[in-house]
């Protein structure tokens, strides 16, 4: 009898990888390889090309921290033309890197950075 093997979500496209990939953020908003894990993760658009290697620091404007599991869903990592997927030690690296909540996964969190944002902007 053979045993079933589950597929990785990325279709075992990084089995076997040797190092780690450059997607953690430092509170500075730098892009690291290391082997921590993140509490977080979120976005800056398509940031790397179809070797992994990264190609640009950010691609779009609204940098989002997003909750690493919501709803079940489950996201194939750093696949060719999509977004690159960023991770975060935790949420004060990623308010420190210049992502905010996002709207939909942490949408409590969103409400009051929104409320605090506003506040401090002085804005309606």
Known sequence: ??????????GD????LDR?????????GELIA????????GNRGVLHNENL?????????RWLACALEFRGRRR??????RYTELFFLDEAV?????H???AECRHAAYQSFRTAWTAARALP
């Open 20 to 28: 780690p990939l450059r997607n953690r953020v430092t509170p500075a």
């Open 13 to 16: 496209r990084l089995a076997g």
């Open 94 to 98: 990623a308010l420190a890197a210049g």
């Open 53 to 61: 290697a990264l190609v640009r620091r950010y691609q779009v404007r």
């Open 100 to 102: 905010r909540p996002c």
């Open 34 to 41: 290391t082997e921590h894990r993140g509490t977080m993760y």
């Open 76 to 81: 194939p990592i750093m696949r060719p033309h």
């Open 1 to 10: 009898m053979t045993e079933e093997r589950r597929q990785a979500p990325d």
